[in-house]
């Protein structure tokens, strides 16, 4: 989809889609809705404008793993020390971000089903 803001809300509702079919909770639904925001705005601050921001859904028995990338000018890792990397590590689980070919930035999610203290 395009790599602006006001097309998020089809990447939002499509990852929480997917989360309720593995029956995750409201609250687990509505933490992975908000990183996937948080995500986003830290690769959407680097895309080249008229550029795609990929997203695809790895679906495993308990947990989901979204990875979001961008074409960016100056493609550089997101800093790990800022607290909006805090805030989306406490949402998802899990994250992680890579450097790919042709310049691509990537975040990673992954969200357990009932993992205490990530929903």
Known sequence: ????????S???TAA????????????????????I????????SQAIPGTD??????LGADEVTITVSVTAAHARMP?????????????AGSVDSRLGPGDRVAIV??????VP???
């Open 10 to 12: 089809v990447l939002r």
């Open 16 to 35: 929480a889609g997917l989360a309720a079919r593995l029956d995750f909770t409201l609250d687990e639904i509505e933490d992975l809705r908000i990183a």
């Open 37 to 44: 925001d948080e995500a986003c705005a830290m690769l959407l």
């Open 109 to 114: 999610l992954q969200k357990r089903r009932g």
């Open 117 to 119: 203290g990530s929903g």
């Open 53 to 58: 921001l990929e997203c695809g859904f790895e």
């Open 79 to 91: 800093a790990r020390d800022t607290f909006a990397w805090t805030v989306l590590s406490a949402l």
């Open 1 to 8: 989809m395009p790599a602006e803001s006001a097309y998020l």
